[in-house]
């Protein structure tokens, strides 16, 4: 496990290698909230999760993680993260974006450190449909053309 100065290090070395791993809200000039968006295949930790492997061969964008400010969390930032990630993957020629949310209704999961990948409802409701379901973990999916 890298804690969090781990993430953050590796986070701020992908960054200036050049790559772009997500998207930044703002309030009022302030950063408030990211969300981690691209490529399937630039996210290993997924390829080698049990639980949240591909399904399938079909390419896809995935959208892994979301911070939010502790003052505005349950004010819409995620739901604006994830609809820009939307557009963002839709901009950059993806054709399918999928989540691993948390399913809250079937979990215990609640606090911040648990939903980082966001809450089942919140894609659900953003047009994305379950298309597996692994360990109770659900992988959601949209296509975006």
């Known amino acids: 496990m890298l804690g969090s100065e781990g ?9 200036l290698s050049g790559d772009e791993p997500g998207l930044l809200a703002y309030l009022d000039g302030e950063p408030v909230g990211w ?3 691209g490529p399937r295949h630039a ?11 591909p399904v399938d061969d079909t390419t ?3 959208v892994t993680c979301f911070v939010v400010r502790r003052d505005l969390r349950l004010q819409g930032v995620g739901t604006a993260l994830l609809a820009a990630a939307i557009e963002h993957a839709r901009s950059c020629g993806a054709t399918h974006l999928e989540g691993v949310p948390i399913d809250v209704a079937s979990s ?10 966001g ?12 298309i597996a379901r692994r360990g109770g973990r ?7 053309q």
């Open 119 to 130: 809450v089942l409802t919140s894609f659900e409701q953003a047009g994305f449909v379950e």
């Open 7 to 15: 993430r953050r290090s590796m986070l701020q070395e992908s960054v």
């Open 138 to 144: 659900p992988i959601v999916r949209r296509p975006l």
């Open 43 to 53: 996210q290993p930790r997924l390829q080698r999760s049990p639980k949240l492997k």
């Open 108 to 117: 215990a999961a609640r606090g911040a450190a648990e939903i980082y990948t």
């Open 35 to 37: 969300v981690r968006v």
């Open 60 to 62: 896809v964008w995935v």
